[in-house]
């Protein structure tokens, strides 16, 4: 028991003044003690039922470092007790409650997510050196004195990961989760299909992967918006997950509580799977080839049954190798000149009475914006198509992701919205009744500046986006000021989006997650009342031993760290 009368007990809410015990994503409730208790060889692990699985999880944790067993035991004395309880329903799902007394640590909660955090939590107290993965001597194994009782702000805690602008290896991705798990990061939005390349085998369609999932070389330096203006680097790049490989990171990801949501781009973003099948295109006689550029790239998927058909094909294999009850399927940037000029789509609108039958081309290109016609019929079309994947999805049990364009030309029944141009969409779908997800590229895109352009002596490894910088992150609150009180509950959170165009390796991506992820897992899991930003860069010091045994390639609070 936590002895009130032996401990000088500091009530902490505002967690600034104690620094939050150098935690990361803050507690929602910290009370520190005097003194602290150690754990030695030794040291058992009590635990019965389905606490003994993240039982397991801890001694793993724990056991290379400290060089002790840690042997698991359903009852006696042990160091760490963790256990899960029905009294622990105020907590929540997710939430737990820690406590460190001289007699020992114990973690309680309602479910095993719930141990799992307050075990991510406990990692946070030990020094550093726990995150090696070998022997370390010397180290005294001591943790504070202290009760948390935390729970999570948000359900939705995410990163997303552009694989398709650049391939990143299975350990990679394995790496990048270990490191959301430590966050308390839930939600892993994998990005798998691009113009660039597609990264998922799909066993019905083996060009997918065969063809889509290379490209002959890369454009390299700075942004340019015409393509002949780029250059080439002339080396060949690609990769691709097989299903194995997919299994076994929704598996490891579900050991972290993790889930994986997967996108599948459609209908724009979609060159590299023409390229394997020109027949899913507007104009199946021509042969697109994987883009080798960055943009949004006028080759997008046709309307026609064969495509429809496909995609349906692919989502299956999709729902079979990812449980999510949520499936992405993109939605954004996709231009409509193809479908202006096609006569498939054109047949397609006439037959969904979108346009009649004295409608020509001519009439559907007038109006344009830079990235193409915007005809209203046009917004109709892509309406009707993500409609025809909602429905879908709908009748398998799962639910529609979408970027915010699937909002133009009318919302599908189902789907859930992902705000990136800002927060109007969001306010949008979920003034609306729909749920959404908050990622407005001013506050959670990943890949923009760290460093404003403008600071002398601008040192960073790429420019692009205007700049989203530590404090931006921090200062993010996933509930527009906008939105009515009564669908905030429709926000189901927020996450950071890692788009990988200029970020060919994972030292670069872990460059740009970290620290900005953690100032997210700040943002979804803390609650709003306390934040401090200074406080968060001072925990940042202790976070920076944490990567620093971890080998993360996070760029350092002093400047930019060579090389990436
Ligand atoms: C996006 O950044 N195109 C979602």
């Known amino acids: 028991m936590f002895s009130i009368r032996v401990l000088s007990l500091v009530s902490c809410l505002a967690l600034g003044m104690l620094q939050a015990q150098n935690l990361v994503p803050r507690p929602q409730k910290l009370e520190k003690a005097e003194g602290q208790f150690t754990i030695r060889g030794g040291a ?135 490191l959301m798990a430590q966050h308390k990061l839930n939600t892993f939005h994998w990005h798998l299909t691009e113009d660039q390349g597609w990264r998922i085998e799909i066993k019905k369609y083996p060009k997918l992967t065969e063809v889509g999932a290379w490209r002959k070389e890369t454009c390299v330096g700075p942004w340019r918006p015409d393509p002949a203006k780029w250059t080439y680097d002339g080396k060949p790049h690609g990769g691709f997950y097989t299903q194995d490989d997919i299994r076994e990171v929704v598996a490891y990801a579900a050991n972290l509580h993790i889930t994986v949501v997967p996108e599948i781009e ?135 992701l979408g970027w915010d364009e699937i909002l133009e030309g009318g919302l599908a029944p189902g789907a859930a919205v992902m705000s990136w141009r800002g927060e109007a969409g969001g306010i949008e779908a979920a003034n609306a009744g729909h749920d959404v997800v908050m990622a407005p590229n001013t506050s959670t895109y990943l890949d923009y500046d760290q460093v404003k352009h403008d600071t002398p002596g601008f040192r960073e490894p790429f420019k692009i986006g205007p700049y989203c910088g530590l404090e931006v992150v921090y200062a993010y609150d996933p509930i527009p000021a906008g939105l009515a009180s009564d669908k905030a509950k429709h926000v189901l959170g927020s996450q950071g989006q890692l788009w990988t165009e200029f970020m060919p390796t994972p030292g670069q991506v872990e460059y740009m997650a970290w620290p900005r992820l953690a100032a997210l897992s700040e943002v979804v899991w803390s609650p709003k009342e306390g934040k401090d930003f200074a406080d968060f860069q001072k925990r940042l010091a202790t976070e920076q031993k944490r990567w620093d045994a971890q080998d993360v390639n996070y760029r350092p609070a002093g400047g930019p760290r060579w090389p990436y």
């Open 266 to 400: 459609m209908p724009g973003h979609a060159r590299a799977a023409i390229a394997a099948y020109p027949e899913l295109g507007n104009f199946p006689d021509s042969k697109p080839e994987v883009a080798t550029y960055w943009g949004i790239h006028p080759v997008v998927f046709g309307v026609q049954d064969k495509t429809l058909a496909f995609l349906k094909d692919v989502l299956d294999e999709v729902m079979a190798l990812f449980p999510s009850t949520f499936i992405h399927v993109g939605g954004d940037e996709c231009p409509k000149l193809e479908w202006a000029t096609s006569p498939i789509a054109l047949a397609r609108m006439r037959e969904l009475k979108i346009i009649d039958e004295k409608t020509t081309s001519e009439e559907l290109l007038k109006e344009k914006d830079w990235h193409g016609p915007t005809h209203p019929a046009m917004k109709k079309l892509q309406s009707w198509f993500i409609g025809q994947m909602d429905s879908y999805l709908a009748s398998k049990g799962r639910r529609l």
């Open 44 to 178: 058992r692990i009590i635990a019965v039922g389905d606490a003994v699985t993240e039982a397991r999880k801890l001694r793993d944790y724990l056991r290379p470092a400290t060089g002790f067993e840690m042997p698991i035991q359903a009852e006696g004395k042990g160091a760490i007790t963790l256990k899960l309880d029905p009294a622990a329903a105020t907590l929540g799902p997710e939430g737990y409650r820690l406590q460190v007394d001289q007699d020992g640590i114990r973690i309680l909660a309602l479910k095993p997510a719930g141990l799992f955090y307050g075990i991510q939590t406990l990692r946070q107290l030990l020094p550093p050196e726990i995150y090696r993965k070998a022997l370390v001597r010397d180290v005294p194994w001591s943790v504070p004195l202290l009760r948390i009782e935390d729970s999570p702000r948000f359900g939705w805690r995410g990163s997303h990961l552009d694989v398709g602008r650049h391939f990143m290896p299975k350990s990679f991705v394995l790496k990048h989760l270990e």
